[in-house]
């Protein structure tokens, strides 16, 4: 059985039953020709047959050449071809990285190995995430936004839905799940493949939570460090003021 690659890519072979003009099957070499311009047409289409998108295909071969027949009554004939292919096969669940190419205030628009869109709507971003217009973005606000996403973010996202219009394919998506978010703020433990490794989404659960926790210790101590601050300017301020009410007091009796 062919695996998934990277990204909901799966290589495999398959076998195309094209329909060529007369002219283009006078010998091998034109035929193939032929098929290839038919196959070109095809790439980045969904396929139900592949069950996916073609996104490439390789070492093209004709498959009984010497039988090929002209069709009856259509005028074309009919040339199977087998070929290395290539083929974008994203599903319900699965998680995929794409890199965010349009933030909204009610969304962020990601392509998948820069040519597949995807949308995922604000109510499927992290709940604690909240959109910061200054500087177009979406980020944490329980982090102090160590966890942010914006244009060109790498991201981590779960497929909720796919739609297709004209053979085009669109991808609905969601970070609202374990496992989902910037990359960088993943880590390595980010799953692109979403072939069901738990182990690694539940190390990438763990350092986000880690993260988390160091950003809120963070902002702790600094929120402590401040107040210390203040406190200690405050007990400067009320010194200077006893000082120089006792000053005040010794020029008045001195006189």
Known sequence: MPR???????????????????????????????????????????????????????????????????????????????????????????????????????????????????????????????HNPAEDVWESAEDGGAHRVGVGTECVFSVKKISEYDDVLHLIGSMAEEGTGALEFLGDGGDGDGDGDGDARDEAAEKKEKKARKAKKAKKEKKEKTEKKEKKEKKAKRDREEASGEESGKRRKKG
């Open 4 to 130: 998934a690659g990277a990204n909901a890519v799966l290589s495999t072979t398959a076998t195309f039953k094209l329909s060529l003009h007369p002219s283009a099957v006078a010998d091998r070499n034109t035929a193939l020709q032929g098929a290839r311009d038919l196959l070109d047409g095809m790439l980045m289409r969904h396929h139900d047959r592949l069950g996916g998108v073609l996104v490439s295909y390789d070492k093209p071969k004709l498959v009984n050449h010497a039988d090929l027949r002209i069709v009856h009554m259509a005028g074309y004939v009919d040339v199977c071809v087998r070929a290395k292919v290539k083929v974008f096969t994203p599903k319900i669940g699965l998680k995929l990285v794409g890199r965010v190419n349009k933030i909204g205030v009610d969304h962020v628009g990601l392509l998948v190995h820069d040519v597949f869109n995807a949308s995922l709507a604000a109510t499927d971003l992290p709940r604690e995430f909240v």
